[in-house]
């Protein structure tokens, strides 16, 4: 199995920032992709950023030019960085991991990070 570990998510003021990061176990090969999601209070769950391996990376366009997402490969950790966050922001921020390694071939989920953003 592979645990995900999340952290970095608070409480903002409008218009501050955050910066969350995941890691997932440095001794797996094989990520294709880490991404983040995000649930709002009833709300589906949706996609916020994904970093895709030798691929540029894809935003929603609610958070085009505001989130940035990276990748420290050698740390397998992926990073959000959110700035300019508006009360619309506010959600649980869970991480992704898409694995094609031969053996955990899989897609994984970190228990989610609480973003509360005030008015």
């Known amino acids: 199995q592979v645990q995900l570990v999340e952290s970095g998510g608070g409480l903002v003021q409008s218009g501050g920032s955050l910066r969350l990061s995941c890691a997932a176990p440095e001794s797996i090969f094989g990520i294709y992709s880490m991404g983040w999601y995000r649930q709002a209070p009833g709300k589906q769950r949706e996609l916020v950023a994904e970093?895709?391996?030798?691929?540029?990376?894809n935003y929603a366009d609610s958070v085009k030019g505001r989130f940035t997402i990276s990748r420290d490969n050698a740390k397998n950790t992926v990073y959000l960085q959110m700035n300019s966050l508006q009360p619309e922001d506010t959600a649980v921020y869970y991480c992704n991991a898409d694995i094609r390694d031969l053996v955990l071939y899989g897609v994984y989920w970190g228990q989610g990070t609480q973003v509360t953003v005030s008015s």
């Open positions: 970093d895709i391996s030798n691929s540029a990376p």
